[in-house]
């Protein structure tokens, strides 16, 4: 809270100087006239060089193919490695579908995302000691009602990854933690569901909702 504090009122100071530069510095209670600031316009609003090139006039961009591949690796902690397995597999099926630009008027492709997400998730559940029991603690042989709560924290630590550990801590901390346990829940309440599936049913969540953020 501080930083942010500190940070708005630096922001504030440099934006009132280039407002008031050259200009009688005002009394208090008197407007003054707004004066546009040099440069600033919509041409440079957004970042000015985003992933696909060009000016983005809308601030906001989004995950192209590599980068969506690589925020399913980070989400999963290079555990799943788009270079082996069904990740790689699935991969050279859909590269060519997957978002090419970053402008959110003219990506397409985000299907294909949580497409990736199942085959990256379900190579963590592969062998005799697979990935979702030896790194999340999830016992295959157990009930999604034994595994609930490994289930909800696995969810929690694979959304963290791309999140900046905002999933477990941060202001929606609590509502993350109420999807997680009503999508285990809902799993649960299939006699026919293995915990296996509803670990699938979890990374795939948290691994593509991770996977396709927004940037600024």
Do not use: W
């Not at 995950?63 to 290079?78: C, H, V, W, Y």
């Not at 202001?171 to 993350?176: I, L």
Request: aromatic share 2%.
């Amino acid at each position: 809270m501080k930083i942010r504090i500190a940070i708005t009122v630096a922001l504030f100071a440099t934006g009132c100087s280039d407002h008031l530069k050259g200009q009688r510095r005002p009394e208090v209670g008197i407007a003054v006239a707004p004066v546009s600031i040099k440069g600033n316009g919509l041409g440079n609003a957004g970042p000015v060089q985003p992933v696909s090139g060009g000016v983005n006039t809308l601030g906001v961009t989004v995950p192209t193919a590599r980068a969506s591949i690589g925020r399913i690796e980070n989400a999963l902690e290079k555990r799943a490695p788009a270079s082996t397995g069904n990740f790689a597999r699935a991969i050279a099926q859909v590269r060519t579908n997957l978002p090419r630009v970053s402008n959110p008027k003219e990506a397409s492709g985000f299907d294909q995302v949580q497409l990736l997400s199942y085959a990256a998730c379900s190579d963590l559940t592969r062998g005799t000691n697979p990935l979702m029991q030896s790194v999340y603690g999830i016992q295959p042989g157990s009930s999604i009602a034994n595994n609930e709560a490994a289930l909800i924290a696995a969810g929690r630590r694979i959304l963290d990854q791309n999140a900046a550990g905002l999933a477990s801590q941060g202001p929606a901390a609590t509502q993350v933690t109420t999807v997680l346990t009503n999508l285990v829940q809902a799993q649960a309440a299939s006699g026919s569901n293995t915990s296996t599936m509803a670990f699938m049913a979890v990374c795939i969540a948290a691994t593509t909702a991770g996977a396709t953020l927004l940037g600024i």
